[in-house]
C-alpha cells in the first residue's frame, strides 16, 4: 500500500474544529439599545416645543417679535420673570392652584383607597354592577355634566371659590379602578394572617397594603396632579373673580391682556409647565410599575 502526496494547489478538507471562512458572521454590539436610535430623536422632537419655550422666556420682546425670529438669545434676560412675579397675580394664581391640586390628589388617594379595595375585596349584592355603572361615568363627556356641576355648587354656595374647583375632583373613577386593579394582583394572604391576629379591615388596608401598594398610589397621584393643574375648562365656568383665579385661568387672561409682552407670556408658561414636569419625573420609575402590574387580574 502506497501513501500518494497530495498534488499541489490541493487544500485539506476543513475539521469540524475549523471555522469555515465567512461561516461565523461578526455581530457589532452597540453600547446602547438598538431602539435608541429611534427614541432619541422622536423624543428630541418632543422637547424641542419646551426647549423653544425655556429659550423665548430669557429672551427680550425685541427679539422674540424680531423677524426672522432669533433661534439662541443674545444674552439672558430675565425682564419676563420679573415681570410676572412682581405685576401680576401670578403667584396668588400659583398658590391657588397648587391648593387645588393638593386637596384633590389627598383625596383621591384617601376615597380611592377605600373604594378600591372595598370593590377588590369586598363581596356585596349589586358590587358588580356598582363598579360597572362607576366605570360607565368614564364615557360621559365633560360638556354633559358640566351645567348640572354647576347647579350644585350653586345650591351648596361655592361658586367662584376654590371649593367649587375642590368638591368634583374629591375622588374620580379612575383612581378607584387603578387601585382596584392593583389591590387584586396581591397576594390575600398577607391579609388573611392579619386577619387572624385580629386586625380590622381598615387597619389591613393601611399598615398592610397601602405600603405595599405605593406604584398604584404614585400614579394616582400623577395622574390627578396633571389633571386638576392644567384644568381650564371648569375653573372659566365657576370662578368669575380674579383672585380666585388657578393658573391656567390666569395665565389665559394675562395672555390676552398682555399680548405684547411676549417675555412675560414664555415666563409664566415656563413657571406653569415646571411643577408638571418636575411631579412626572420624581414619579416616572413608580407610573411605570404601577401600568405594568395593574392588568394582571380581571
Given at each position: ?27 457589532i ?7 435608541h ?18 429659550l423665548?422666556?430669557?429672551m ?38 397648587l ?15 377605600l ?25 360621559v363627556?365633560?360638556q ?9 355648587m ?8 376654590l ?36 386586625c ?11 405600603p ?35 393658573l ?12 405684547t ?38
Amino acid at each position: 500500500m502506497t501513501l500518494t502526496a497530495p498534488r499541489a494547489g490541493t487544500t485539506h478538507p476543513a475539521t469540524a474544529d475549523e471555522p469555515r471562512p465567512g461561516s461565523a458572521r461578526r455581530r457589532i454590539r452597540l453600547p446602547f439599545n438598538a431602539w435608541h436610535l429611534l427614541l432619541a430623536p422622536l423624543a428630541l422632537v418632543f422637547a424641542l416645543p419646551l426647549v423653544w419655550l425655556l429659550l423665548s422666556s430669557v429672551m427680550s420682546d425685541a427679539e422674540i417679535n424680531r423677524f426672522p425670529p432669533a433661534l439662541w438669545p443674545s444674552g439672558i434676560d430675565l425682564g419676563g420673570y420679573r415681570y410676572v412675579l412682581g405685576n401680576a397675580l401670578f403667584p396668588r394664581w400659583f398658590l391657588n392652584s397648587l391648593i387645588v391640586s393638593a386637596v384633590a390628589v389627598a383625596a383621591n388617594l384617601l376615597f380611592g383607597s377605600l373604594g378600591g379595595y372595598a370593590f377588590a375585596r369586598m363581596r356585596f349584592a349589586g358590587s358588580k354592577v356598582l363598579l360597572v355603572l362607576m366605570l360607565a361615568t368614564m364615557a360621559v363627556p365633560f360638556q354633559l355634566t358640566m351645567i348640572p356641576t354647576f347647579l350644585v355648587m350653586k345650591r351648596l354656595g361655592l361658586i367662584d371659590t376654590l371649593g367649587a374647583l375642590i368638591v368634583p375632583s374629591l375622588v374620580t373613577p379612575f383612581a378607584v379602578f387603578l387601585l382596584r386593579q392593583f389591590f387584586l394582583s396581591l397576594p390575600r394572604e398577607l391579609e388573611e394572617a392579619a386577619w387572624m391576629d385580629g386586625c380590622s379591615r381598615l387597619r389591613v388596608l393601611f399598615t398592610i397594603v397601602l405600603p405595599l401598594s405605593r406604584p398604584a398610589l404614585s400614579t394616582v397621584a400623577v395622574l390627578t396632579f396633571l389633571t386638576t393643574w392644567n384644568d381650564l375648562t371648569w375653573p372659566l365656568i365657576a370662578i368669575n373673580h380674579d383672585t380666585q383665579y388657578t393658573l391656567q385661568l390666569g395665565l389665559t387672561t394675562f395672555q390676552g391682556q398682555h399680548h405684547t409682552r411676549w417675555s412675560a407670556v414664555m415666563a409664566g408658561n415656563v413657571l406653569t409647565v415646571l411643577p408638571v414636569l418636575l411631579a412626572f419625573l420624581g414619579a416616572q420609575k413608580s407610573f411605570i410599575r404601577s401600568l405594568t402590574s395593574t392588568g394582571l387580574k380581571g
